[in-house]
């Protein structure tokens, strides 16, 4: 069942910018498109996240590195995000707090939503591990392909 995005009221934004080294701390990078990143509103339910709540502190985690991708783990049960790289996983957790309850909540309904599909396909389990094998590879450009026809 789709459902509508989880939002504050009064809060229309489905979208917004964010840069990734702060406009503060680094005037000059403020309209390079390498600093910035499209994000969800970071408030939800209250709570700051993401945007809203790393303000303009920097991160150190590279958003768009292999490295960060392969550090990162998900909990099956509570729907944590985790990083191997503990300054990371701190800064995942007290600068920009992906693990609030709705935040972890939605991995969790997400997951669900992935298991009913993968229960409806019937697939093997090579078909599977292609898949994964696909997923895992990243392209000429370093970048991991997302896409997988179900």
Request: some cysteine; hydrophobic content about 30%; glycine content about 4%.
């Amino acid at each position: 069942m789709r459902t509508n995005p989880v939002r504050d009221l009064g809060n229309r934004e489905t979208t917004r910018i964010d840069h990734i080294q702060s406009r503060t701390d680094n005037p000059d990078l403020e309209l390079d498109y390498s600093n910035m990143v499209i994000c969800w509103p970071g408030f939800i339910d209250g709570n700051d996240h993401c945007d809203k709540s790393k303000g303009n502190s920097t991160i150190s985690f590279p958003l768009f590195n292999i490295n960060l991708q392969n550090s990162i783990t998900y909990s099956s049960k509570e729907g944590t995000i985790k990083s191997s790289n503990l300054i990371w996983d701190s800064e995942i957790n007290k600068i920009v707090r992906l693990n609030n309850n709705r935040l972890k909540f939605n991995r969790l309904q997400s997951l669900e939503g992935l298991r009913a599909v993968l229960e409806k396909k019937k697939w093997k389990t090579s078909e599977l591990e292609d898949k994964l094998v696909f997923l895992s590879n990243p392209d000429s450009n370093g970048s991991l392909n997302h896409t997988v026809v179900f």
